[in-house]
């Protein structure tokens, strides 16, 4: 090769690491989709996985209000920076064994550059986005409002007629759910999750709400504020 030809090649290697270190956010932030169905920018709002609000210089399983962390990651002793990121979004479980992070990585090394260049900014403070999914989705007709919008769990502190429970009964094998616009659901007690927020975005004491569960119809939430509201609601009756 003459002395031109590697000058050429040195320089298309260099553009191309210098662009995988800088990373391309509004990519990132269509590929954050995926983590945003577990985890939130907004401080202390954790869902399944931890809130990731000032997530750079934070210790590894160090958010104080999440109280499901493995002991794996726990005790890891990583501090969260854009090297010890890259390498667990490659492979969490080749970074921390153990860790209960349901999600394989991401192998392409654009798209996580991308990622991280998002997500950089996004966890700083006070530049979340809003809150896309507020309240329920009346416009998908009551019920829909489940975790149809991608992720975010929907507020049920205030709920449209068509999803707050009044009554639920329980005969043999069978639930009727009665809600607050006066009709009634039947379902096959298998078909029935019963379920509890007791935080901000659970419903109030005493409303628990319904919401559709799948695809085909059969199948539903209850979700209520607290455990020991739920044998309460039921009553036996046939
Ligand atoms: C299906 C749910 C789920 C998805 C999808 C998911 N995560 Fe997680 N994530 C978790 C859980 C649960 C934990 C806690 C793991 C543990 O304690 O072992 C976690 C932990 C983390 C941590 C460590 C946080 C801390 O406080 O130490 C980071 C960083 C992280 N996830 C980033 C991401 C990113 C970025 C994505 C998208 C590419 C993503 N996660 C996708 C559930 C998820």
Not at 75 to 100: F, H, K, Q, Y
Not at 103 to 115: N, P, Q, S, T
Not at 165 to 183: E, F, L, N, S, W
Request: with cysteine.
């Amino acid at each position: 090769m003459n002395r031109f030809g590697f000058v050429v090649l040195a320089l298309v290697a260099f553009q191309t690491s210098a662009f995988a270190q800088q990373g391309d956010a509004s990519r990132g932030q269509q590929a954050f989709r995926i983590c945003a169905a577990c985890h939130s920018l907004e401080p202390d709002r954790n869902m399944t996985g931890p809130s990731l609000a000032r997530l750079w210089g934070r210790k590894a399983g160090g958010l104080a209000s999440f109280e499901r962390y493995s002991d794996a990651l726990n005790s890891s002793g990583i501090i969260w920076d854009d090297r010890s990121l890259d390498a667990w979004l490659t492979d969490p479980d080749r970074m921390v064994p153990d860790n209960e992070m349901p999600f394989e990585g991401i192998k392409d090394e654009r798209a996580r550059a991308d990622l991280l260049a998002f997500l950089k900014e996004a966890t700083k403070l006070g530049t979340a986005p809003p809150r896309t999914a507020q309240g329920p989705m009346g416009g998908m007709g009551g019920m829909m409002g489940g975790m149809m919008g991608g992720g975010q769990a929907p507020n049920l502190k205030t709920l449209d007629p068509t999803q707050r429970v009044t009554v639920i009964t329980h005969c043999r094998d069978t639930y009727r759910v009665t809600t607050a616009d006066g009709k009634t659901r039947h379902f096959w007690e298998r078909n029935l999750r019963l379920k509890t927020d007791s935080g901000e975005d659970g419903p109030q004491s005493g409303a628990p709400a319904i919401l559709q569960a799948g695809m085909t119809g059969d199948r539903a939430d209850v979700i209520f504020a607290a455990p020991e509201e739920i044998s309460k609601m039921i009553e036996p009756r046939c």
